[in-house]
């Protein structure tokens, strides 16, 4: 079975500070991994994504993750935190090669960004 | 390119009613999603449509919910009768197909029941 864990379900950091958003997931086979972010009453919408390649993903936004095996991790960073990245953000794994393609979200992280 | 729509996008009920959600995917994409959101929690899948054939609907609630795809385009997500406990986002998301396929994601419907 597979499954994500967030670490930290708020996060608050300064504008123009690190963002490090933490995200461990489980899985028995080789994951497909995603990031999304979720604003306001608004829908999820994708950030970046690992499906094997490179293990350093660049996304939107200026955000970035990398897929780590040995520490089953898949962290999101970004250099410098703008006002507008405050959301809610959502790490999600399906299985690589799998016939149906559901994600499993974990809970999300809140990000705050104080000026 | 339209995106994923959704309608409504707010529904107030009170417990034992019936409500419909109602989600048109992108043209073309073969895949669609429901996605049940609970405050606080990440979405969790009800249903998966491959065209009008239904992939994984395990963890749908079939004894009160149901869902449709009859051409294998836009889809009805429906709830009767509606529990306090169904309270929550309800998100429609296309893909072009499964696997691997980025999901993008209609804004949800609101759900409140009373």
């Known amino acids: 079975a597979q499954s994500v864990t967030q670490l930290g379900s708020h996060v608050s950091v300064s504008e123009g500070a690190l963002v490090l958003l933490r995200c461990n997931y489980s899985s028995s086979v080789p994951p497909y991994l995603f990031w999304y972010v979720q604003y306001p009453n608004q829908g999820l919408q994708l950030l970046l994504k690992?499906?094997?390649?490179?293990?350093l993903v660049k996304g939107i936004n200026g955000f970035e993750a990398e897929f780590k095996k040995s520490e089953t991790s898949f962290h999101l960073t970004k250099p410098s935190a703008h006002m507008s990245d405050a959301a809610e953000y959502f790490c999600?794994?399906?299985?690589?090669?799998?016939?149906?393609?559901?994600?499993?979200f974990g809970k999300g992280t809140k990000l705050s960004v104080k000026p | 390119e339209a995106g994923v729509a959704q309608s409504p996008r707010y529904k107030i009920i009170e417990k034992r009613q019936s409500v419909a959600f109602w989600c048109n995917p992108i043209?073309?994409?073969?895949?669609l999603y429901w996605y049940q959101q609970i405050l606080g929690q990440g979405p969790k899948l009800l249903i998966q449509f491959q065209n009008n054939g239904v992939v994984d609907d395990s963890q749908l609630p079939k004894d009160r919910f149901s869902a449709e795809r009859l051409k294998g385009v836009d889809s009805t997500l429906k709830i009767q009768p509606a529990k306090l406990e169904d309270s929550a986002v309800y998100l429609c998301a296309s893909s072009l197909g499964q696997g691997s396929g980025t999901q993008y994601f209609g804004p949800g419907t609101r759900l409140l029941v009373l």
């Open positions: 043209s073309g994409h073969a895949t």
């Open positions: 999600a794994v399906t299985m690589r090669g799998g016939s149906q393609g559901n994600l499993i």
């Open positions: 690992y499906t094997s390649a490179a293990t």
